[in-house]
């Protein structure tokens, strides 16, 4: 009788924790802007061009020594990709699947045979002649794993971090 009732306290401990998390959300949507001083187009083919992301990003061989690069032979348009390989990062791409010249670059991230998957907007906005608003925008879909909705907290706040010090890194890229 006491094992059927420790099991029973197990069971409606996992339930509540599964429960509960179906009140969270299952998206994460992080923005994030910096101001560059470089004309949009300057800045819009910089960050179009997959082979300049391994000078900025913050995915690296600092990060993970044995990380390789590879490109397709499509660049600075729709269906573009940089592919990635680490031991420690894992296996992934990024493609462009939105392109519009001087205004918005959308890809989506995608690693591990799609065990984690996120979608990224750049849009770019001119100040003036010489000066761009680069906008980041992040976002992803945890779905229905509970464990990972209660994660959407830390996923964000990561992000936003990451995003910032992307920016940062491309600013400083740019104005080299």
């Known amino acids: 009788m006491k094992l ?6 197990i069971f409606f401990s996992i339930f509540t924790v599964v429960m509960v998390s179906r009140f969270f959300p299952h998206q994460y949507h ?3 802007t910096i101001t560059i001083n470089k004309p949009v187009s300057e800045t819009f083919a910089y960050l179009s061009n997959y082979h300049n992301w391994e000078q900025w990003s913050l995915w690296n061989k600092s990060v ?13 348009t729709i269906g573009a990709r ?13 493609e462009t699947i939105g392109y519009k010249k ?27 002649a010489n000066t761009t608003e680069l906008h980041w925008i992040d ?4 779905g229905g794993n509970p464990i990972k909705r209660y994660m959407i907290p830390f996923v964000t706040k990561t992000t936003a971090t990451t995003l910032d010090n992307g920016l940062a890194r491309i600013k400083a890229e740019l104005e080299k």
């Open 4 to 9: 059927f009732k420790v099991f029973l306290i």
């Open 102 to 128: 001087d205004s918005s670059l959308q890809f989506i991230l995608s690693v591990n045979r799609s065990e984690r998957t996120a979608a990224g907007v750049f849009t770019f906005k001119a100040l003036n």
């Open 82 to 94: 940089q592919y990635f390989y680490g031991a420690l990062l894992g296996q992934g791409y990024f």
């Open 64 to 76: 993970d020594s044995t990380l390789y690069y590879f490109y397709n032979k499509t660049h600075d």
């Open 139 to 142: 976002s992803g879909d945890v």
């Open 30 to 32: 992080v923005e994030r």
